[in-house]
């Protein structure tokens, strides 16, 4: 099993920068690739960004040149470092963990364990 918990949320104003944090414990030796999802109210979970366990970054348009994803996996650790914060980027933020290889990582239908997410909110 794995457990992976999100810390570094919170309230922002537009154009602002938030650092979220995921922590994973548990079996986490072999994933392949760990993600930040978000959830907006009435919306769909969206991928943002991920991580491949090879160092293959994937963004998602919406968050390009804004947004930067990391790793520490010697300490199991996933950073999503949020510049240039704007409204819409608002929502519930999700660490996801995928163990097997992919074709979409963005996809949330492909991981397989979740964080219970963490609450960004970014006034305009």
């Known amino acids: 099993q794995v457990q992976l918990v999100e810390s570094g949320g919170g309230l922002e104003q537009a154009g602002g920068s938030l650092r979220l944090t995921c922590a994973a414990s548990?079996?986490?030796?072999?994933?392949?690739?760990m993600a930040w999802f978000r959830q907006a109210e009435a919306k769909e979970r969206e991928g943002v960004a991920s991580i491949e366990s090879d160092g293959t970054i994937t963004y998602a348009d919406s968050v390009k040149g804004r947004f930067t994803i990391s790793a520490d996996n010697a300490k199991n650790i996933m950073f999503l470092q949020m510049n240039a914060l704007r409204p819409e980027d608002t929502g519930m933020y999700y660490c996801g963990l995928a163990v097997s290889p992919l074709v979409d990582p963005l996809k949330a239908d492909y991981m397989d364990y979740w964080g219970t997410g963490i609450l960004v909110t970014v006034l305009s």
């Open positions: 548990g079996a986490t030796d072999n994933h392949y690739c």
